[in-house]
């Protein structure tokens, strides 16, 4: 089972900053928390992961609360073309990822 | 472009078809993954093969028969299958868990699979 819930799904105004939130209560100090999203019927597309600290790269940035119990993925400006399913997953090093259901966002015009 | 290709992207067969899916990547890559998508489900592993050698097998029917001759390349072979093992299957690789780094896959574009 996936270690993580997610809202089933959310809506956000176009050009409008993007906020998932994910659960994650039972992580451990050794797991890492990833984010990838997918576009309908393609493959999922890696956004950014972290570990302790708050991480930001060109797509999004990833805010971890200090209890590593929660996360936060936002898309600053976020486009029709972001709308997707994102999924939260959380996994140590060298096991494998299990998928939950994540949460649908629809970026409305 | 992720560096991940699977052919062929869209595949329709009968239930006494045998077919073969195939994925490659070009990344440089150690670990090789198969996952099933159905209809408003989420991913489910299959098969993860690591330097070659199959690690996991997610108790998966043996009508899917996986193989991995090298480390770029992975085969998803098809025989028996039935009208519920219709769904996008998805291929991904990554450094693997023995590389020393994060384990971040790449996926490929999915092969959408119809069987009648």
């Known amino acids: 089972d996936a270690k993580t819930t997610q809202p089933t799904s959310m809506d956000c105004a176009e050009g409008r900053a993007a906020n998932l939130p994910c659960n994650h209560s039972?992580?451990?100090?050794?797991?890492?928390v990833y984010w990838y999203r997918q576009i309908h019927s393609q493959g999922p597309q890696y956004i950014i992961h972290g570990l302790k600290n708050n991480e930001t790269n060109e797509m999004a940035s990833l805010i971890i609360t200090e209890d590593r119990k929660s996360s936060t993925l936002i898309l600053p400006h976020a486009t029709l073309r972001d709308t997707a399913v994102y999924y939260c997953?959380?996994?140590?090093?060298?096991?494998?990822?299990?998928f939950g259901p994540g949460t649908r966002l629809s970026v409305l015009p | 472009e992720t560096g991940v290709t699977q052919t062929p992207r869209h595949l329709v067969m009968g239930m006494t078809n045998k077919k073969s899916l195939k994925c490659e990547q070009h990344?440089?890559?150690?670990?090789m993954y198969w996952y099933k998508q159905s209809a408003k489900k989420p991913l489910e592993l299959m098969f993860v093969y690591n330097f070659k050698e199959q690690t996991e097998n997610n108790s998966v029917p043996s009508r899917f028969s996986p193989e991995c001759p090298n480390s770029s390349h992975l085969f998803l072979h098809l025989h028996t299958l039935q009208p519920e093992d219709s769904a996008l299957y998805l291929c991904?690789?990554?450094?693997?868990?023995?590389?020393?780094?994060?384990?971040?896959?790449?996926f490929g574009p999915g092969t959408r699979l119809t069987v009648l």
């Open positions: 997953i959380v996994e140590d090093y060298g096991q494998n990822f299990v």
């Open positions: 991904a690789s990554s450094q693997g868990p023995d590389s020393g780094r994060y384990n971040e896959q790449f």
């Open positions: 990344l440089g890559h150690n670990a």
């Open positions: 039972t992580i451990s100090g050794n797991e890492y």
